[in-house]
Nanobody, 126 residues
């Protein structure tokens, strides 16, 4: 497991934008697929977006497709989630996660990830 630190959450009006960041000190960061998940109050954690090692392959939950963009900067050991056209239903704690196996493709299953950040709160007001 590795330490992941998220930032960038906050309060935004519906229709607004936020960019979340997740950084790590892991030397082999570029060898792991990364993902973002979120958990709203009283709900289970759900998949948001995943990204391959080099960033060329992405996957998104239907609820965010076309509005959110996941990206990574391997030199900075960082992964980002650009969120546009935010809706009140996007309100949740957002977590970044690192795949447990090197060189594995990105996945929407949270059981494929064994390193998680502490989460950053995103609140979208109507």
């Amino acid at each position: 497991q590795v330490q992941l630190v998220e930032s960038g959450g906050g309060l935004v009006q519906a229709g607004g934008s936020l960019t979340l960041s997740c950084i790590t000190s892991r030397p082999t960061f570029s060898q792991y697929a990364m993902a973002w998940f979120r958990q709203a109050p009283g709900q289970e954690r759900e998949f948001v977006a995943a990204l391959s090692l080099g960033g060329g392959t992405t996957a998104y939950a239907d609820a965010v497709k076309g509005r959110f963009t996941i990206s990574r900067d391997n030199a900075k050991k960082a992964v980002y989630l650009q969120m546009n056209s935010l809706k009140p239903e996007d309100t949740a704690v957002y977590y970044c996660a690192a795949n447990k196996v090197r060189f594995r493709s990105g996945s929407s299953r949270d059981t494929d990830y064994d390193s998680w950040g502490q989460g950053t709160q995103v609140t979208v007001s109507s």
